[in-house]
């Protein structure tokens, strides 16, 4: 199984939790885990486009061949991303955000698994 999908568990999670009792006035503390989240999710996102994008690209060189190359790149991938993302990254987290505390009733049924009216 992927890193990133392990890490996306625990993340679906605290967004699914925190749109069960999200209102707009929500606590502070809880708008900030959101935030925090939404931003992880956001960079695991990216660092998948990015894995993606990579492998996808021109064929290897002969320093392919060290043993450690594929794991520093994925952590060299995983900074970057992280990094661009806490800086507003492409605006998923933002509007990830903006989705949850504006509409939580239509949130929690998609979360739990409804299809809606699609």
Same mark, same amino acid.
Not at 47 to 72: V, Y
Not at 91 to 113: F, K, W, Y
């Given at each position: +199984?992927? *890193?990133?999908?392990? $890490?996306?568990? *625990?993340?679906?999670? /605290?967004?699914?939790?925190?749109? /069960?009792?999200? @209102?707009?006035?929500? #606590? *502070?503390?809880?708008? $900030?885990?959101?935030?925090?989240?939404?931003?992880?999710?956001?960079?695991?996102?990216? /660092?998948?486009?990015?894995?993606?994008?990579? $492998?996808?690209?021109?064929?290897?060189?002969?320093?392919?061949?060290?043993?450690?190359?594929? @794991?520093?790149?994925?952590? =060299?991938?995983?900074? +970057?991303? @992280?990094?661009?993302?806490?800086? =507003?990254?492409?605006?998923?987290?933002? +509007?990830?955000?903006?989705?949850?505390?504006?509409? *939580?009733?239509?949130?929690?049924?998609?979360?739990?698994?409804? $299809? =809606? #009216?699609?």
């Amino acid at each position: +199984m992927n *890193p990133a999908s392990l $890490q996306m568990k *625990p993340m679906a999670h /605290a967004l699914e939790s925190f749109s /069960a009792r999200a @209102t707009p006035n929500a #606590d *502070p503390r809880d708008v $900030q885990k959101l935030k925090k989240a939404a931003t992880e999710f956001e960079s695991i996102l990216l /660092a998948n486009w990015w894995s993606a994008m990579k $492998q996808s690209g021109l064929p290897g060189s002969e320093e392919d061949t060290d043993p450690g190359k594929d @794991t520093l790149d994925q952590l =060299g991938i995983q900074a +970057m991303c @992280t990094a661009v993302a806490n800086k =507003g990254g492409l605006g998923i987290s933002a +509007m990830l955000v903006r989705s949850l505390l504006s509409n *939580p009733a239509r949130t929690d049924g998609l979360l739990n698994g409804d $299809q =809606g #009216d699609a």
